[in-house]
């Protein structure tokens, strides 16, 4: 989990507790060797409110499964209430920090079971949305599976464009390519006017170039990743990856002109030197600064020397 996420909520936590906390009653100092010495919740918590709130102190500690169970006593305890939402939701928050991804996600569907409609829709399929990206770093394919549901659930939720942009930067980061692009080309067309739309941009052709580096030379995709590219420069003139785009226009043109070139060459071998002209003029003409052109442009010089062109 992201250590700066983590600490932002813990102080969060710590915040609510303080603002919240009333004049403490003492009772039974007892020890647990998880928590050292407290006191007894049962002589020292008495009300429903100081039980949520001993509960936050625990994840505020960091000791997640005491706060776990504190958080499912309440609910038990009183499941009408209006502590046993946010209860579970913070159950689920506890699995989360604990890095059990798993029971984090049953206890955020639990919530959406019990409570169909709540007004935390939103919030928890934030939190979920959290527990797919914490899980690309381990479990491309689980992630997947979060944020397909997250818009399964809601398509048009504001959660919705990020979890179908992290579909398609799982399967990126999975190799699978043809499955990344149709991700990223499913959400151009699903959400449009997105602030997500120049990043996708990029990432089309950018993933055109892995998915060719795959393949014996598809000089075809090649090029549909250089137009992409050209468009994202055109879309997005000051855009973050302006340089990497301008770069990888330049390596395809490239190997653009090494192919060009390479037929040239070919048409001189078989001795068709009027077809290997015009191949060399062309890599002069289209590739103008590539290592290529210069070549091409020997090879014609060479031509003209031994008169076999004009």
């Not at 039980?51 to 625990?58: F, G, I, K």
């Not at 390596?251 to 290997?276: H, Q």
Request: net charge negative; hydrophobic share 40%.
């Amino acid at each position: 989990m992201n250590k700066r996420m983590k600490l932002h909520y813990i102080l969060s936590v710590v915040c609510i507790v303080k603002c919240i906390m009333a004049t403490p009653s003492y009772g039974k100092w007892v020890w647990n060797k998880e928590t050292g010495w407290m006191e007894s919740p049962s002589t020292a918590i008495t009300t429903l409110e100081q039980r949520y709130r001993y509960a936050l102190s625990l994840l505020v500690e960091q000791k997640y499964v005491n706060a776990v169970k504190e958080f499912e006593s309440i609910i038990k305890a009183e499941p009408a209430s209006e502590y046993a939402e946010v209860a579970q939701i913070n159950i689920g928050w506890a699995y989360f920090l604990n890095g059990d991804y798993k029971r984090a996600l049953k206890a955020y569907e639990k919530v959406l079971q019990k409570y169909p409609g709540t007004k935390r829709t939103k919030e928890i399929l934030e939190k979920e949305y959290q527990v797919g990206v914490a899980q690309m770093d381990t479990n491309e394919e689980a992630a997947i599976a979060v944020f397909e549901k997250i818009i399964e659930k809601h398509p048009l939720g504001p959660v919705a464009p990020d979890a179908q942009v992290k579909i398609a930067d799982s399967y990126f980061k999975l190799g699978q390519y043809e499955e990344a692009l149709d991700a990223y080309e499913k959400f151009l067309e699903n959400y449009p006017k997105n602030e997500w739309i120049p990043y996708v941009q990029y990432q089309i052709p950018l993933t055109k170039v892995h998915h060719e580096k795959l393949q014996e030379r598809n000089y075809g995709l090649l090029i549909s990743a250089r137009e992409g590219f050209e468009e994202y420069l055109i879309s997005n003139p000051h855009g973050v990856h302006v340089g990497d785009a301008k770069r990888m226009i330049e390596e395809i043109r490239t190997i653009e002109a090494e192919r060009e070139f390479n037929i040239g060459d070919f048409y001189l071998r078989v001795k068709r030197p009027a077809s290997a002209a015009m191949y060399f003029e062309f890599v002069i003409n289209d590739f103008p600064g590539t290592i290529w052109a210069e070549r091409a442009s020997e090879r014609l010089e060479f031509l003209r020397m031994i008169e076999a062109i004009k």
